[in-house]
C-alpha cells in the first residue's frame, strides 16, 4: 500500500495534525481523503519525492566482482572472454 501525505487546504483553520500535515497508507483502489480524520476539514494530497539511489562514481571491475557479477570483455571477433 502506498503512503499519501494530506495536508489542511487552509492551514489556520485546521486541527495540529492536518495543519502541519500527515501520512497515511491506503489501497489504491480508495479515493483520497478530502476531509480530515479528526476535525473534518478539507485537506489536499501532497506530491512527495521518492528516493531512488544515487551512484557517485563509476563501478568498477573490482565492485562488479566484489557484488557476485561476472565481468566479460568483447574481442575482436566477436565474442565475450571471462576477465
Do not use: W
Not at 492551514?11 to 483520497?32: H, N, V
Not at 478539507?42 to 571491475?61: A, D, E, R, W, Y
Amino acid at each position: 500500500m502506498p503512503t499519501y501525505h494530506y495536508i489542511a487546504e487552509k492551514p489556520e483553520e485546521g486541527c495540529p495534525r492536518c495543519r502541519k500535515g500527515f501520512d497515511l497508507r491506503r489501497p489504491l483502489d480508495r479515493p483520497a481523503l478530502t476531509h480530515c480524520p479528526l476535525c473534518k476539514k478539507p485537506v489536499v494530497k501532497v506530491l512527495q519525492p521518492f528516493n531512488t539511489p544515487k551512484i557517485t562514481k563509476p563501478l568498477s571491475v573490482s565492485d562488479a566482482k566484489s557484488a557476485g557479477f561476472t565481468v566479460l570483455e568483447k574481442r575482436c571477433d566477436g565474442s565475450y572472454e571471462k576477465r
